[in-house]
């Protein structure tokens, strides 16, 4: 419940803020695991050119600001439960996107093409505003979302899971190797 972190963190192996009571956090420029959570007044987190982080995990931050992060190279990110409303601040993450339980994120708005494998599950997303580039990508679970329009830019595989209130399913762009529709009721 610390309100400043009183030194930053240049390098480690791993760190964890928990519970934190301050408003914005700096990224370390060197790490392999980067742990943030149930840090409820944080409204930013920023990277400085060359931050390098194995990876990063955000879990429960309700009003956090991550478009901070472009300047950061990210190998994986994880978010869980975090009142994010767009994904800009994630270009340069490189093996996984994994977006779970966002309730306001309602567009895909990134640009990435590094391609890394994507999984967006429990989200209300409705729209892709920017092409999907991926070589693997799996949206489960969408929540109240009755149609959907997918725009692939480059993507190999494409899982749609368990998005049983989707009645309409469009998907726009470039080819797709394989497509899998599982559990969509209402389609």
Do not use: M
């Not at 999984?119 to 505003?129: D, G, L, Q, S, Y």
């Amino acid at each position: 419940n610390r309100i400043d972190v009183p030194a930053w963190v240049h390098d480690c192996t791993n760190v964890e803020f928990l519970n934190c009571g301050f408003s914005e956090l700096k990224l370390p420029l060197k790490a392999e695991n980067v742990w943030i959570e149930d840090c409820k007044k944080l409204k930013q987190i920023v990277a400085v050119e060359g931050t390098v982080i194995e990876e990063l995990v955000i879990r429960r931050c309700d009003n956090v600001d991550l478009t901070g992060l472009s300047n950061a190279e990210i190998k994986k990110v994880k978010l869980y439960q975090c009142g994010i409303t767009t994904l800009k601040g994630f270009e340069n993450v490189l093996r996984l996107l994994h977006v779970k339980d966002c309730r306001k994120l309602r567009i895909w708005d990134l640009e990435n093409d590094n391609n890394p494998i994507i999984k967006i599950e429990i989200c209300p997303i409705r729209t892709f505003a920017k092409p999907l580039f991926s070589s693997d990508v799996t949206l489960g679970k969408l929540n109240r979302c009755n149609s959907l329009e997918v725009v692939i830019g480059a993507v190999e595989d494409l899982r749609i899971e368990e998005c049983r209130e989707i009645q309409e399913l469009k998907i726009t762009g470039n080819k797709l190797d394989t497509l899998v529709i599982d559990n969509l009721g209402a389609l």
